[in-house]
């Protein structure tokens, strides 16, 4: 069965409450099937579209993505510190985590051992919002909306699962969704807004950049300068913008220098780990599989640097008119924290939102 005939049938099951995430690139892709100009954005339109589906909540997977900042901050300034495994790998990004793990294994301990926004989402739901509804993560179907075919896999990599609880049920593409939402008479235009549903509240800037090449790295010095210098904390860094496919570029915060690279494309990030003296001078790697990020990702409308362009900028323009910037000064983040996950790197916060990263092939 595929995933399209699994979410409809977990939709036709009794007892069972469907639920959505959604990565923050399908808002300026999603149009693009139902004949929007490309960068559209339709975020209230495509939570519409779902609910006319029949799926009861639907969720920002960007929320996550500044749950996996703050994570990831906590990890990276104290590798920093240590001056251990470094160069740190952002880890959002699962063929780019497949590549390494197959053919530069003996590189896994430079990523972060945070889950991706995708599989954290999953988390969350199955623990956290369980407890506050007061149901069991059973009666939960938690299918992703996802710009890449590849979290399919990831879903379904048993390290993602957290005491014998499975994460994310289902992950249907942006092809995937615009079928089957044309399948059941369902267009776009004449969908009813709506506002996601509450699980955290509403996501930081930060978290909604996580689907354009660079943006996860910004996040995360968003983050690294408000906690190393809130005094001086700086929440635009547009020198970590651009559309090449390998960009270096060498900042300063709090008085330690941090040299970052952002690559995207598989060849792009095999020549950078090869040069051995280069690959070791960075304190963080940004890795994508795709060009121009999860907004050229393979389950995507087919683009061109034209069209990527315009995805780019539409993202960009919700992070522009986002007050909050700093994944950790999101009220709704601090609150998760305070009443559930103690603080960020906490013995809780490991265990459900952490992994380990292995070999696909067996390592020696």
């Known amino acids: 069965m595929d995933e399209i005939e699994r979410v409809k049938e977990a939709l036709d099951k009794e007892g069972i409450q469907v639920i959505a995430q959604v990565a923050p690139a399908l808002r300026v892709t999603i149009g693009e ?3 929007f100009p490309p960068g559209t954005v339709l975020t209230k339109k495509l939570v519409g579209a779902l609910k006319a589906l029949g799926i009861e909540k639907v969720f920002d997977t960007s929320l996550a993505a500044d749950v996996v900042t703050v994570e990831e901050g906590t990890e990276f300034i104290h590798r920093l510190e240590k001056n251990q495994n470094l160069p740190l790998f952002t880890s959002c990004c699962p063929a780019s985590v497949a590549f390494v793990e197959n053919k530069h294994k003996q590189h896994v301990n430079h990523f972060c051992a945070v889950k991706s926004p995708q599989q954290t989402m999953g ?9 506050k509804m007061n149901l069991s993560h059973e009666k939960f179907f938690v299918v992703s909306i996802m710009p890449c075919v590849v979290k399919k896999i990831e879903a379904k990599r048993p390290e993602m699962d957290f005491n014998g609880i499975h994460h994310v049920d289902a992950v249907l593409t942006t092809i995937e969704l615009a079928k ?9 235009k004449d969908a009813e807004e709506k506002e996601f ?3 955290l509240g509403d996501a930081a800037g930060g978290g909604q950049l996580f689907g354009v090449t660079g943006g996860v790295s910004e996040s995360l010095l968003r983050f690294v300068s408000n906690k190393l210098d809130p005094e001086k904390k700086k929440v635009e860094f547009t020198e970590l913008r651009g559309s090449e496919g390998r960009r270096e570029m060498e900042l300063e915060i709090a008085g330690k220098k941090l040299k970052i690279a ?29 060009p121009g990020g999860c907004i050229g990702g393979g389950g995507q409308p087919v683009s061109t640097p034209e069209i990527r362009e315009k995805r780019i900028q539409g993202l960009r323009s919700v992070d522009a ?8 000064d999101s009220k709704e983040v601090q609150e998760l924290y305070k009443t559930y996950l103690d603080e960020p790197g906490s013995k809780k916060a490991r265990e459900l939102l952490h992994t380990v990263h292995i070999c696909l092939e067996k390592c020696d």
């Not at 089957?180 to 776009?188: A, D, P």
């Open 33 to 35: 099937l139902f004949g």
């Open 123 to 131: 988390a969350l739901i199955k623990s956290y919002y369980s407890e």
């Open 180 to 188: 089957l939402l044309k399948e059941k008479g369902i267009e776009l």
């Open 197 to 199: 549903d509450r699980l």
């Open 262 to 290: 952002i690559v995207h494309g598989l060849h792009n990030l095999n020549d950078l780990i090869e040069d051995e003296k280069k690959f070791s001078s960075f304190q963080v790697i940004e890795m994508m599989a795709c």
């Open 321 to 328: 008119k986002e007050t909050v910037k700093i994944s950790s």
